[in-house]
């Protein structure tokens, strides 16, 4: 059984930065693909970024390629996303999903594990 975290959201004006965290439970945090989701009101949820077990590998969604930065620190359990240049369209609930499995994906059903989310409010 795995726990995630998430901490770390909160209000920032447009152009500002935050950085995420989630903090997974147990001994097997080495062996797992994690990624961040959000979901805004009214909308689905969707992909942000994901991460390989080993943090060799990483994937964003288009939408926040260039601005956004996943990362992990195996010895800490955690994995991190750092937001920068954040723009009103980026608030939303932020949920830390892992998965087991060596491979980067983007599909929310393809993550066992969530975390109870935090919120991002980017004020205009």
Known sequence: ???LVESGGGLVQ???????????????????TMGWFRQAPGKERE?????????GGTYYADSVKGRFTISRDNAKNTVY???NS????????YYCAARWGSAVRSEGYEYGYWGQGTQVTVSS
């Open 47 to 55: 992909f942000v970024a994901a991460i390989l077990k080993s943090g």
């Open 14 to 32: 447009a152009g500002g930065s935050l950085r995420l965290s989630c903090a997974a439970s147990g001994r097997t945090f080495s062996s797992l």
């Open 1 to 3: 059984q795995v726990q």
């Open 86 to 93: 954040l723009k009103p369209e980026d608030a939303a609930v």
């Open 81 to 83: 996303l750092g937001m």
